[in-house]
């Protein structure tokens, strides 16, 4: 991938118009774009509240313009959540749209993830572990584990159902990085912001250079492109400045791999 690809961009907008501007912008500096809760239901509204069928029928080409634009690249946050069955329901309709991934929460249960896994078709399945806008106080409440715990026990169940990938704080990826059990699954992480970027509601946060030396695959990243402070110049100056820092980041990590391998193999020579 190019450091471009690693680039997730969630459409979280309230017109299928704003949506297709953004794609039209940004598809050339920008991987894969996130569809989520709030476009989804978006787009729903558009086609069922409108009272004159020709408004409908109007929006309903706007938004299969919209997915002929996307193709191939929609990453469906549809953060499925349910009972087995709901859940593989679900997944069938999802992957036959092409889309290149689609997530479920890990908190709904290994069978509900399997579900999801036998159903994908060609798309990659992900499963969110740890929301990042909650703190460990909250993770506590919640789940009864600190974050790190918490999402160290959801990977190792996701990878075990075959999931493809996880998604997570980058604060949980040393932890991830350290289990070779875990190496199969893609790192998907939301909560990064550029240091010119306000953090927003997001508790658990990196900079995008500091997530890719983590280990990240994939970042998340919305406002700092699509909102961006008037000195950075615009949604398209933005995306390649983050572009450009995953870059350095990535040659940093391809160093200190090698590195590691070396000191890995002297260890080896050295027992034996």
Not at 54 to 64: K, M, P, Q
Not at 153 to 181: N, Q, W, Y
Request: charged residues 25%; hydrophobic residues 45%.
């Amino acid at each position: 991938m190019e450091p471009k690809d690693r680039i997730i961009l969630p459409l979280d907008v309230d017109s299928v118009q704003k949506a297709t501007n953004l794609v039209e912008l940004l598809a050339p500096y920008v991987g894969p774009f996130k569809v989520g809760l709030e476009f989804i239901n978006t787009m729903l509204a558009s086609l069922i509240l409108p009272k004159d069928r020709e408004e409908a029928e109007s929006n309903l080409w706007a938004i299969r313009r919209l997915f002929d634009l996307l193709s191939g690249k929609i990453f469906w946050d549809g953060k499925f959540d349910d009972i087995p069955n709901t859940v593989a329901g679900a997944s069938i309709p999802v992957a036959k749209m092409g889309v290149r991934m689609f997530n479920v929460h890990a908190s709904a249960g290994r069978e509900s993830v399997v579900k999801a896994v036998a159903n994908k078709g060609n798309a990659l399945v992900l499963g969110v572990t740890v929301l990042t806008s909650i703190d460990s106080k909250e993770c506590v409440f919640i789940f009864g584990q600190e974050p790190g715990t918490k999402v160290l026990r959801f990977a190792l169940m996701l990878a075990d159902v075959k999931a493809d990938g996880i998604i997570c704080s980058p604060h949980e990826l040393s932890l991830i990085r350290t289990l070779p059990d875990l190496d199969s699954l893609l790192t998907i992480t939301p909560g990064v912001r550029p240091e010119w970027a306000a953090v927003g509601d997001q508790k658990r946060v990196m900079t995008p250079g500091e997530a890719i030396r983590a280990g990240a695959d994939y970042l998340v990243i919305g406002r700092p492109i699509t909102q961006p402070p008037s000195e950075i110049g615009g949604p398209v100056k933005a995306a390649k400045r983050i572009a450009a820092e995953i870059a350095e980041a990535l040659e940093t990590r391809q160093k200190l791999n090698k590195i590691v391998d070396k000191i890995s193999l002297k260890e080896v020579k050295y027992v034996q």
